[in-house]
């Protein structure tokens, strides 16, 4: 565990000490804040059934697909380049702790962004009108929840990314493979839904509604804790990480 | 395997996709020594290195270091061995300080001990004063040698593999490069790669040659001049009468290989071949003759350049043959 904290305590200062994280940051604080503003704009000229709160954890999807590909780009893509692989495992690290320690430390600055964000609600003070204070304030349970979503989906996101860093020496693929990845999981599945839907066609059965990630993202915020959705993260993400690890030790012989 | 040897390699195979980098290699290194990794480009010497260190794993055969297994052990046989990679790449962005104190701690040093490692690595490699806060993306080749080897040398590792130190350095680092090797005689065991033969024969105990994935020739500069020369073959620089000289060394027994004048010294070079008994009968001959003055008589000194190259065109010829 020592040596595996003493790679995490790297890894997160490599982040923090690249220009790259900052741009990542400014990109993901600009989208959130864009996307707040014109929900807020919209919200504010016709009534939604849906808190705005929950219709803005609705839209995490955007600047997911652009932070978790430019952050996990570089996790081993770069060491691959630069030959730096090669020091790390001249020291006695197992290849697990070294995948764990680049996911934990991307998955720290992921979730810390998104923790971040929170504070564009602090932006409508008291000197805001009292309609888009009662708008933003109106239901902190369902931003919980809505965020426990997202902690929980990201594992599986971010660890998507380092298993295409883990492919690839290329940090413009491998940003590419996990935005296509990301993506597919977003649009594509609702695609696929409204086409059945059209077709009457059935592809899903009775699986549709659970693989949705947009209505288990709507049954978190409202407060209903599916374990069914946290079982199946957490396996897909330890599996993914898994394949990672694989690819590591595949690649380095 | 003995007590004394650091690293028992014992029928070592490497594939990269079916092809065959390293055949079945065996050898040991003795605990404490120098020894000098040789080898033409793709001989398979950085594969080797890099099992030794654990990075890799052969594809059969076995790796002792210490006495752990690296097939069965790795993470024990890694805490003995300290590897610097060839090109010895480094990440960019941190300082000298700041990364040689990371590798400590992933190395296992303890906390309280972090700082002071690091310095007396810093201070060994004339790092201290000069490069210590600065980015390893502004330090010179040579600097960045010296922090690679830094690195090799910090902690208690008892082994260190050191892929082509000296690559790219100048005269003075280089003999910075041997005086901390020459440090480390005795108290690490020591394995380095390295193409500038010269420097090799100045800091190694022994040599193992490899060609094309075999060994071609090991042992001390003595041993693997005596295997290219033989073991009976001597070198004697002569001044006096040509014809004095040749009739002592004939009365003596000896057969003269070579015989040649020195225009400069007004002397003759003669490579001759002797057993033991007429080798002592031409010394005894020679030196009670006043008409000759000998100037130098022994064996056949061999460089490592001719030792290497002798080796490994032997091999090749071998080779060529085995496919005819």
Redesign the interface.
Known sequence: MKKFYALLKYEIYKLLVSPATYIVASIFTLSIGGIFIFLLHDYIKFAQDVPLVQMFCRCFWLPTCMVVPLLSMRTFSEEYKCGTFQNLFSIPVTYTEVVLAKFFATYGMFMFLWLCSLSIFLAVGPGSESIVRELAFSSPFNMGGGLLFIAITGLLFVAIGIFASSLTENQIVSCMVTFFILLTMFVGEQFFANRSQMTNLNLYGTYQESLNIFSQLDKFCNGVFDTRIVVFYLSTYILTLCISTVVVQKKLN | MTKGDAIVVSELTKKYCGQVALNALSFSIERGSVVGLIGPNGAGKSSIL?IL?????GTSGDVIINGYSVAENV??A??H???M?E?N??????RVGEYLR??A????IPAKKIRQSAEKVMRQCDLYYEARYRMIKTLSKGYRQRVGIA?AMLGNSEIVILDEPTIGLDPHQIIGVRKIIDASKGTRTILLSSHILSELETVCDNFIIINRGRIVATGSLDELSNNVQGKNIFCARIGGDEQTVEENFKSAGVQILEFKRSLYNEEYVIKFEAAEEAYRLLLLKISSNRELLVRKIGHVECSLEEIFLNSTSRCRDQDNADDL
Do not use: C, E, W, Y
């Open positions: 890099k260190a654990g990075i890799i794993t993470m024990r890694k805490q061995v300290s590897f990679p090109s790449p480094l990440p960019d962005h941190l990371f590798r701690g992933l190395k296992g690195d």
